[in-house]
């Protein structure tokens, strides 16, 4: 399986720990990491569409995208046809959008949780099947022509 994942400056931090948790704990997993490299300042939605782009492409299974409050990643990569980025704070957000939303990309607001609970959910996400059923045909609605 692979990951993709991305971040602004005020992800990178929680990024690169993020990354490193996944490629211990979940050993059949390749993380690909699009950016940021560093702390300096850039602009969230270069990478919010590059990880748009490779789950669009399914160049990857999922994508996991980090910024300040998670909404402006959010944000960006919804724009894309078949993307659904979901902003979770805890981890049962995190599994709710994976089993009842198909979502899949995972924001993470780093200014708002902990590096574990950041751990947790993107675990979760990862983990986490979609249930399918009555929740496949209200995922179908969401695109627009």
Request: charge should be negative; charged fraction near 25%; include cysteine.
């Amino acid at each position: 399986m692979i990951i993709t994942i991305g971040s602004d400056h005020a992800g990178f931090e929680l990024k690169d720990k993020l990354k490193h948790y996944l490629s211990e704990k979940l050993t059949t997993l390749l993380v690909e990491d699009v950016g940021a490299f560093s702390a300096d300042s850039v602009d969230y939605p270069d990478y919010a569409h590059e990880v748009a782009d490779q789950v669009h492409l399914k160049l990857c299974t999922y994508g996991i995208l980090i910024c300040g409050s998670a909404n402006g990643v959010a944000i960006a990569a919804n724009k894309h046809k078949g993307i659904r980025a979901a902003v979770c704070w805890n981890v049962e957000v995190a599994k709710l959008a994976r089993l009842h939303n198909d979502a899949n990309i995972i924001c993470i607001p780093a200014r708002f949780v902990d590096e574990q609970t950041a751990f947790d959910m993107a675990h979760t996400f990862i983990t986490t099947l979609f249930e399918g059923g009555r929740h496949a045909r209200r995922v179908e609605k969401i695109d627009c022509v």
